[in-house]
């Protein structure tokens, strides 16, 4: 069964500091990875994703993500952070399973605040 | 472009009541799907569908039922309403071929008293 964990419920940072949100998923063949962000009242939007290639990914407004398939990790980077960019993230797993609808876990959710 | 659209907004059932969400996409996405979302839990897959006219059960499918009668249309029913229904209800579809992304809606925020 595939899982994903988002050790981090609530992170807090200061403008302009750095930020990583960290994820650990499980898998059983190579992950399709996504990270979505959240705004109040909103649906999800994609952020960026990984499911081959360059481990290093880069995603919408800066963010990026490294896969690191020893460490069955996908953690979002961002270098500085904007007071826009509070929300609440999304790690996602899933892949191409026969007969398996494509379906994507989610993590439960990293709430961003970004303190000014 | 619309994309993925959900109606109603908001809704407010009483217990045993029954009522249907909506779910449009303009995409021509096969795939779509029905999530909830509680605070602490994350989202959790309801139903799901791979085309017209199919449908299965995904992680969370009591209390729910499902129709794709039309590919553009993803219909969530809950036939008698309970307080634990309470929920922010997402449907999606995804984006075709390998790792293909999922396109959400903005949500029904559902309570049953």
């Known amino acids: 069964a595939q899982s994903v964990t988002q050790p981090d419920i609530h992170i807090t940072v200061s403008e302009g500091a750095s930020l990583e949100l960290r994820c650990n998923y499980s898998?059983?063949?190579?992950?399709?990875l996504f990270w979505y962000v959240q705004s109040p009242g909103q649906g999800l939007q994609l952020l960026l994703k990984?499911?081959?290639?360059?481990?290093l990914v880069q995603g919408i407004k800066g963010f990026e993500a490294e896969f690191k398939r020893s460490q069955s990790s996908f953690n979002l980077r961002k270098p500085s952070v904007h007071w826009s960019d509070a929300a609440e993230y999304f790690c996602?797993?899933?892949?191409?399973?026969?007969?398996?609808?494509?379906?994507?876990?989610f993590g439960t959710g990293t709430q961003l605040k970004v303190e000014l | 472009n619309a994309g993925v659209t959900q109606t109603p907004k908001f809704r407010v059932l009483k217990t045993g009541q029954s009522m249907t969400l909506l779910c449009a996409q303009d995409?021509?996405?096969?795939?779509m799907y029905w999530y909830r979302q509680d605070p602490g839990m994350g989202l959790r897959l309801i139903h799901y569908?791979?085309?017209?006219?199919?449908?299965a059960k995904g992680e969370v499918p009591d209390g729910y039922n499902v129709s794709r009668l039309k590919k553009q249309n993803f219909l969530l029913g809950l036939e008698s309403a309970a307080p634990s229904q309470t929920s922010v209800y997402f449907c999606?579809?995804?984006?075709?071929?390998?790792?293909?992304?999922?396109?959400f809606g903005n949500g029904t925020r559902l309570t049953v008293t």
């Open positions: 990984y499911f081959s290639g360059d481990t």
């Open positions: 999606a579809s995804r984006s075709p071929g390998r790792g293909g992304p999922l396109h």
């Open positions: 569908s791979v085309g017209e006219g199919t449908t």
């Open positions: 996602a797993v899933g892949g191409l399973v026969t007969g398996g609808g494509n379906k994507l876990t």
């Open positions: 995409m021509n996405h096969e795939y």
């Open positions: 898998y059983g063949a190579t992950p399709y």
